[in-house]
Structures are given as C-alpha cells and as structure tokens.
C-alpha cells in the first residue's frame, strides 16, 4: 500500500499532504531553469537533483507528470531586483562573443551536466526569448491596473495586489537590502515588467513594445511560460531557497494581477536549501566557484555528487567539501562492488532460489524493501531515511539476488543513482591532467605488487611516488579493494 505523499510547502511554512489539483491532468511541475550566462556551479546544480528527486517520486507514486524547465537567456540582471546589467549582455562583452552563442553554449553545457547527474529530461525546456510576444501581451493586461511607467521602463506596484512578499515571510533588513534603488519608484518592492533600452544604446536583444524598445524584466518569464504550458493554478513550482525571497513573490504577483484574483499561480511552492562551502553559500560572484567537469576532471564521478546531495534532507543546507565529496565517493564505491557481487550470481543462475538452498524468489520477499523506501520519500523527499534501507537491502542475506535485483530497480528509479548499470571501472575517472592510461597504472601496479614480493620495497615505494607525482593514489590495504584512485 503506497504511503500517502506529504511535501513541504514554502508558502505555508508547514508539511501538508499532496494530491493532484486535476487528476485528469496528472501533476503539472514548473521548475526555475538556468541563466545561461556561465557555467551551472554545484550551488545551482543542486536544485536540479532535488527537482528530479521530486519528479522521480512523482513518478513512482503513479502520477502522469508534466515537468517544464525554462532556460533564462534575457532579462536576468546582475542584482536580483533592478539594477546592474543584463547578465547575458555582459557576458557578450566580457567574450566578444554574440548572446546568442553565448546562450547557446552555456545551455548545452547545463543540459550536458544534467546528463552526467542522471537527471531525467523534464517534458519541456521553455527558452525565455521564445515567448517575447506572450510577455509583451501579459504585460499589456496587467499595466493598466498594476504598473506604472518611468523612463527605464515599465513597474509592477506591489501595492495593488493583496499580502505582497508572503512567499518570502518577514520582511526584514536582508531582504531589503538585496533591492537597490531605482529613481522614481513607488516602492521599494516594486520591480520592471519591461526595461527600455537606454537612449543612444543598442542592446543585442530587444524588442518593440508600446512602452518602447527594450526587454523584459526577468520574473516576468515565469509567469508567462508556466501559466501558459501547465494552466492556473499548477500543482507545485520550484526553486532554490534564494528565489523565495524576491523572485518569486514578484511571479506571485504577477499572477494574482492577471487572474485578477488570489491564486498564487502553484499550489505548492517548494524551495532546496544552500550548498555552502566553509565560506558560506556558493556563489558566482564570488569568484573562483566549483562547477561539475571541475569535479571530473580531478578525477570524481559526477554521480559521487548526486549521492553528496541525497545524504542531506533537501531544505536543509549541505556543506560542500573535499572531504564529504570523498566520503560520498568512497560510499558509492561500496554500493556499485555489492551490487557488482550481486548480479554475476543471476547470469551464473546462483541467485534465483533455485540452485544451491538459496531463498526462493517472490513479490512477498521484495514488497517490504519497496514499502520501506516509499513511507522514505514519501515524507518529504527524505532521502538520508531511503539511503541506509538500501544498505541493509544490499546487505540481507535472506533475499535471493533476484530479488535485490528488482528490489534494487526500484532504489534506481527513485534515487537515479544507476547502480544497475555503474561499473567500478567506470567510477575511476581519469583525470583531465592525467599522464597515465589506466592500462598503464596496472602494468605498474603489477611491478610494484612484484617488487614487495621479493621484499623490494625501495623499488617498491619509487614506484608508488612516481604514481603519485602522476595524480595516482595508490591505497595499500584498503578495505574496498580499491587499489588505487585518482589523487583529489
């Protein structure tokens, strides 16, 4: 019997259970996508594990789900509120490059790490310049009542809609601060619709519109595509915890304007936590941020990462560090050798409960684990409690291979941690600045092994330092089996 579904909402600040607003329609998900202006760090990349770990158990609950990722490739400035410039202009200058390359490449590079996190496609990208005309007639409906116009643009009024900010709770000095000041707005809050091109400036990317030429604001995007690819109200919107302060009371706003009622626009708004490093919360402006190849190419494979962030409940924040990146390596390490012990004893015919006294095979013996692992995640997404059942699932002598096997289908469908499929050979990726093939580590591994046998060790640890000096770390004794591993 399945576990009823109970997710977190952020507009109410309290766990509620969750049911479809229109079955017929299955669940309708609208997640905050990228702005393609740089490489996606791990702080971002974040987000999109817990939105599929939302869409995977969405999924294995029996809901038809409709998933829509937008790609932010205009209207997003350099401060989250209305100051600073485009990032993508910026970008453009800073690469001599047109923002439509530079849209391009940041975009593939972000759907290529989506790939290496085995993170599914959502049912639709939504790119934000393909919907200009259905920005400009929003914007057209709504300004009459709920904007006014200045010389940098078009200003949503905060103060025409009913409980502004109630996404983003107490309104305090913090918050405040994140919105810099623009000449003649009425409000604090209030935030562009449209900004105009300045006078005497061509932008790359601008549009005609009857408030002159320019672009749109970034949270009208949202707005636009959700409501127009999922209909009003959806079931639940997502983000990172940083878009619950002012990106997303702004899209409220927005939507409740053009209903013209209180509808927020998603029934459920959820939100992941930070990833901080001993500095605090990762971040592009600070400089020097840790992207996902960056983890490849020392050698780390990306699903180590994914595993990182499964071991935190996601509303709370994880710490990043060299160390715990490790310790989830080393974890993931053990789990792809059970698994690899497992299934040689299904192709041998060993582990049916047919040969050799094993324990028979039946749904009875699987449907424990899978009701175990569905109360996990159906509280809240809780995968740090559907972690340790796989373990113990992994460890269970009484089951037959077969059934791990199913059992273990499951874990994979709703973790996406593909351990079916992961080789230990694959989990030893070669490092960018590598100068060895891992052909090579083992015709040198082999002569060390020989050099201890004879008591050679001199020619022994010469070989292990020449290993070392070229990013290989031999490990003696390890407990795994491990014996050797990209240098961190």
Known sequence: MSAPLTLYNSLTRSLAPFAPLDP???????????????????????????????????????????????????????????????????????????????????????????ADLNIRQPSRWSVATDHIAEMIDFAAKIAPEHCYELDSGLYFDTSTVADYGRLAGSQDDTREARIEAVEGKRHPQDFAIWRKSPPGEQRQMEWDSPWGKGAPGWHLE???MSLKYLGAPFDIHTGGIDHREIHHPNEIAQNQAFCGCSDTGAHFWMHNNFLVDRQGKMSKSKGGFTTL??????????????LLCLQAQYRSELEFSAENLAAALTRLKRLVMTVRKIL????????????????????????????????????????PKALPILDELL??????????????????????????????????????????????????????????????????????????????????????????????
């Open 222 to 224: 949202c707005s636009v």
């Open 344 to 383: 040689p004893e299904l192709a041998s015919g060993r582990g049916t409960g047919e040969a050799g006294g094993g324990a028979a095979r039946s749904a009875d013996a699987v449907a424990p684990w899978l009701q175990r692992l569905d109360e996990a995640v159906s509280d809240d997404l809780n995968t």
């Open 395 to 488: 460890a269970d002598k009484r089951l037959s291979a077969e059934d791990k096997r199913d059992a273990l289908a499951a874990f994979d469908d709703v973790l996406g941690l593909n351990l079916l499929a992961l080789t230990r050979e694959e989990l030893r990726v070669r490092p960018a600045n590598a100068t060895l093939t891992p052909e090579a580590i083992a015709d040198r591994l082999v002569e060390r092994q020989q050099a201890r046998v004879v008591k050679d060790f001199q020619r022994s640890d010469s070989i292990r330092d020449e290993l070392a000096a070229a990013g290989v770390e031999v490990m003696d004794g390890d407990p795994l089996g491990w014996d050797w591993k990209p240098a961190l």
């Open 293 to 306: 190849q960056s983890l490849i190419d020392a050698g780390v494979h990306p699903l180590a990462y994914r």
């Open 24 to 114: 017929e329609k299955g669940v309708r998900v609208y997640s905050c996508g990228p702005t393609v202006y740089n490489y996606a760090h791990l702080g971002n990349l974040r987000a999109y594990v817990f939105t599929d770990t939302l869409s995977r158990v969405l999924t294995w609950k029996g809901y038809a789900l409709t998933h829509v990722i937008n790609i932010t490739d205009v209207g997003h400035l350099t401060s989250d509120a209305d100051a600073g410039d485009d990032k993508m202009e910026a970008a453009a200058r800073a690469q001599a490059k047109s923002i439509w390359d530079i849209a391009a490449h940041y975009t593939a590079a972000f759907k290529a790490n989506i």
